[in-house]
Structures are given as structure tokens and as C-alpha cells.
């Protein structure tokens, strides 16, 4: 037999996750014993990005810094920039995002009869790269960025399969 037809059929059977970026997984709130799905991805350089819904609808997208010795400055929200879209630094409706030292928080939007309008996570799950500014409380700068790819499929896993994302 062909080594390549026998390679395609290996390659066919692997789950689709192996070829994408973001894979769905679940986080359990000790307090509550409350499950909810969250589109997940890392990179590198210890940098995480997850996109929810909460119990209210809201979409969320979290970026947390993983890296032990650094912290984000307090009430200090990064920037974001999906491929070369405008910078941003606010949730929906010009609020501000939800910080710690360890994450930022955006809302993107709300789950309304299985629609979502919004212009930032249509982004989000149509783009290519995202990328990340912000400073830590040492006073230095950093920036980083995360592959999109897989993000719409693992997305829309975690809203809800007849959910539809318009800008």
C-alpha cells in the first residue's frame, strides 16, 4: 500500500483538535460544584486566553499571565488586536474590563435567542492572530499573541451549537 494513503488515513482518524490551537475543557467552581466549558488556549510563553459564557449569557474572554514572579498592574487593562483591526482595551458598551494581578477580563457580548452581535468576538473567532499589550507592576511593557486557529469550532462548542456570532 501507499505510504502517503496509508499516512492520510492515520492523519483522518486523529481527532480534530490535534490540528487546532483551542480545545475546549472545563472548569469546575469548587464553591458551587459548577461546570461550565470554556475555550481554551496557551502559549509559549505561559500566556492563556479562555472565551465563556457565564450564568447571566455574557460571553467572556479572560487572559491571564501564568508566570509565577509577574504580576499586571491593578486596575490596569491590556490592549488587544486581533490581526491589524483597531486596538482595544474595553468590554461591550465602553466598560471597563475586570482585572487582578494574575488576568483581564472582557465581555464581548450577550447570548440573546441564540444571536451574539459583536464586532469583537465575530473577530475573535474569524481571525487569524490576537495579540496582547499590557504592563506589569515592575513597570516593564510586554507584549504576546495567540494563534485563532480553532478558535471559532471550540467557541461555538462552548456557547451552544445553534448560537450565531454576528458583528
Not at 86 to 108: G, H, M, P, Q, Y
Request: proline share 2%.
Amino acid at each position: 500500500m501507499n505510504k502517503s494513503i496509508v499516512l492520510s488515513s492515520i492523519l483522518l482518524l486523529l481527532p480534530i483538535s490535534v490540528y487546532a490551537d483551542w480545545q475546549v475543557i472545563t472548569h469546575t467552581d469548587t464553591n458551587t460544584n459548577t461546570a461550565t466549558q470554556v475555550a481554551y488556549t496557551d502559549n509559549d510563553q505561559g500566556y492563556s486566553l479562555e472565551i465563556y459564557r457565564d450564568s447571566v449569557n455574557a460571553v467572556r474572554a479572560r487572559f491571564s499571565i501564568n508566570r509565577a514572579l509577574d504580576k499586571l498592574v491593578n486596575k490596569h487593562c491590556p490592549t488587544f488586536q486581533v490581526d491589524n483591526r483597531l486596538l482595544d482595551n474595553r468590554s461591550i458598551n465602553d466598560a471597563v474590563c475586570i482585572t487582578d494581578l494574575a488576568w483581564s477580563e472582557f465581555v464581548l457580548g450577550y447570548v440573546i435567542d441564540n444571536s451574539v452581535s459583536s464586532a469583537k468576538l465575530n473577530a475573535l473567532v474569524n481571525g487569524s492572530t490576537i495579540t496582547f499589550r499590557f504592563m506589569l507592576e515592575s513597570g516593564t511593557y510586554e507584549e504576546t499573541n495567540f494563534s485563532l486557529s480553532g478558535s471559532k469550532r471550540a467557541t461555538l462548542t462552548v456557547l451552544g451549537g445553534s448560537v450565531v456570532i454576528s458583528p
